[in-house]
């Protein structure tokens, strides 16, 4: 396999309009090594849903060019088609009234598997998924988790090298989420080189499951990286919650130390005990700070019950990057008939 799965260079992609041209992708560049599990995040309307057509040879861009494991999304469309698949939350794809083995082999003909094979296939997904129950099952009586984690099987049918994940856990319980994320994460363990590529609503599930992520809105890459890298560029101060058995003199005094930014104190409930303890909220310039707190506390005899360091959130970095969150996102892409302007 090539170095890289996917490879994007200055795309653009501009769909008619009758009031004024829709721009959907304002020259984007992307890299995704082969073999990582990468993320895109993004409001309604960011360009994720173009840019997925457009690696998935659904779309052609306007200009630029894309490649899939070094097939040109134009010119080689029938090849990428064979090496990869996609899966999309509340899919509604096949036929009620199959049963879900009927419906994966309807699949597996699609994609070209012989006969024989096909069935084995289906057979081998179905217990991977879970599903072995319900492999008689009529499709339209499925739960939404079942019928999911089918169209993952289906999704996995062709043995995709790269599988392009968006909103595969939409409208899940939590249950069923994790029972789809845990089975993404098996697949792609068990053979070396396999690549997707998901879209999420869920800034969680980006965070546990992407080894790196890009930050979409207006047709551009606002951010890419790991998601502990993203997180730092929000993190100026170093923030703390210390909790305490009890605190002489305040904590107007540790505000006073070299390093700390602010402290403040609250009463607190300690556990196991009828004390009422003192719960500290400290911002530091940076972590380093710490020591000279912990020491003047120790000074003033203070034991510490409980300390943690708050963290940044993806959906941190993402309103910091895109100035609204998801609630309060754009309109959605135009569909895959518009008309592009060349």
Known sequence: MPALAIEVRGVRRVYSSKKAPIVALDGIDLEV?????????????????????????????????????????????????????MVAGGEQSGYGILSVREQ???????????????????????????????????????????????????????????????????????????????LIVEWRAAVPGRT????????????????RIAIVDHGRILAIGSPD??????????????E??????????????????SATAAAGNEADTDRQSVVMNLVLEDDGALGRVVGDLADRGSHILGLRKSE?????????LVGRGFDEAGTDEPGPSAEAIA
């Not at 999420?200 to 499951?209: C, K, P, R, S, V």
């Open 33 to 85: 090594p082969t073999g990582e599990f990468f993320g895109l995040l993004g409001p309604n309307g960011a360009g994720k849903t173009t840019l997925i057509k457009i690696l998935t040879t659904l779309l052609s861009p306007s200009s630029g060019t894309a490649s899939v494991f070094g097939f040109d999304v134009e010119k080689d469309t029938k090849k990428i088609r064979r090496i990869m698949n």
């Open 104 to 182: 994966l082999w309807m699949f597996t003909q699609f994609y070209g598997l012989a006969g024989a094979e096909g069935w084995r296939r289906v057979d081998e997904l179905i217990e991977a998924v879970g599903l072995a129950e319900q492999r008689l099952q009529r499709v339209s009586t499925l739960s939404t988790g079942q019928r999911q984690k089918m169209n993952l099987a289906r999704g996995l049918l062709n043995d995709p090298w790269i599988l392009f994940l968006d909103e595969p856990t939409l409208g899940l319980d939590v249950a069923a989420a994790r029972s789809l994320r845990e």
């Open 196 to 211: 997707i590529l998901l879209t999420t609503h869920y800034m969680a599930e980006a965070d546990e499951l992407c080894e």
């Open 229 to 242: 890298e993203l997180k730092r560029r929000v993190q100026r101060e170093s923030i703390f919650r210390i």
């Open 244 to 261: 305490l058995d009890r605190l002489e003199g305040g904590a107007q005094a540790l505000g006073r130390l070299p390093g700390v930014v």
């Open 312 to 320: 940044p959130t993806l959906e941190d970095v993402f309103v910091e």
